[in-house]
């Protein structure tokens, strides 16, 4: 699919493909206002829908005056690096990566209950650098609504690095954020969201990068068996796979067994298990007893 542009007086508009109702349609110019006037950005930019949608405004309003930094580490599975490369060359925008080191701060890979904090804290301390070669820009990320109300010790890493998050801002949550996407014609605009793989982790389980890559090509089996939401939990060493619960019955009734069991054994997991209750964004953070609620400030 083409990008289909509009041009009017004060600055060239990707064209609608979709409707919008009008509070969504004032969201969007409300986004596109607050980008522009920012003049220089660079996108902390993950490939998820949110940085996304940040990373197409911001091309669309600011051309070359924007750039998109994408983190890489062994948290961020080799797939969705590739789904990321992809997504900004096909919204235009210019890319670059920077390698993170998180896996050797214990404050990381002891994983605590902020361990959020310093995997961010790391990554601005990248995005920093490249910003500072990008002189008098403002670095920007996906944040968004619904985000501020969960247990999200990053963001307070981030608003210290001097982040800005257009999106929680105006107040865009998650869904108009895929409707948004949708009008603009991302093609993605319904891609499952994927946190870090570190959340897949029991707090206080320590995370290496075995164990990380562990489940990166564990759930990359599963999406390409059909599963296209997933998460595999770890459970010691062992594996307990979380699926939407209306697929339940279609895993059960169309995944080979041996098949699995031997896959996941293959790769390091001395077990493999299904949990009934289905997929849970966040589920891991049950065990919290204090939530810490982000701030914009």
């Not at 009008?183 to 570190?198: E, F, H, I, R, T």
């Not at 206080?204 to 075995?210: D, H, L, N, Q, T």
């Not at 999406?223 to 939401?229: E, K, P, R, T, Y």
Request: with cysteine; net charge positive.
């Amino acid at each position: 699919m083409d990008i289909a542009f509009t041009r009017d007086d004060e600055h060239m508009s990707l064209k609608l493909q979709e409707h919008l109702n009008v509070s969504e349609q004032k969201q969007l110019e409300d986004l596109r206002h607050t980008i522009k006037g920012l003049k220089k950005v660079c996108v902390a930019y993950s490939g998820g829908i949110d940085s996304s949608l940040v990373a197409l405004i911001s091309q669309e309003q600011l051309g070359k005056n924007a750039i998109a930094i994408t983190g890489i580490s062994d948290s961020l599975a080799p797939y969705l690096l590739e789904e990321a490369r992809n997504q900004a060359s096909w919204i235009g925008i210019l890319h670059q990566e920077c390698t993170t080191n998180e896996l050797n701060d214990p404050n990381y890979y002891q994983n605590p209950l902020d361990r959020c904090f310093a995997c961010k804290k790391e990554l601005h301390t990248h995005i920093r650098k490249i910003a500072e070669a990008f002189p008098d820009s403002q670095v920007i990320d996906g944040v968004n609504l619904d985000d501020m109300s969960e247990h999200r010790p990053g963001i307070r890493a981030s608003r210290l690095a001097g982040v800005r998050s257009p999106l929680a801002e105006i107040g865009i949550d998650k869904s108009t954020i895929r409707n948004l996407s949708k009008a603009l014609g991302l093609p993605w605009w319904d891609k499952p969201s994927q946190p870090c793989l570190a959340s897949r982790f029991p707090y206080g389980e320590s995370i290496s990068s075995i164990r990380l890559k562990q489940v990166a090509k564990s759930e990359k089996w599963l999406i390409d068996n059909g599963f296209l939401q997933v998460r595999v939990r770890i459970q010691g060493l062992g594996a307990r796979i979380e699926i939407p619960v209306n697929r339940i019955d279609d895993f059960l009734l169309t995944i080979n067994r041996k098949k699995i069991v031997s896959y996941f054994l293959s790769i390091g997991f001395t077990s493999v298990s299904l949990d009934l209750e289905g997929l849970v964004s966040g589920k891991l953070n049950r065990v919290t007893t204090k939530q810490c609620k982000p701030s914009l400030t």
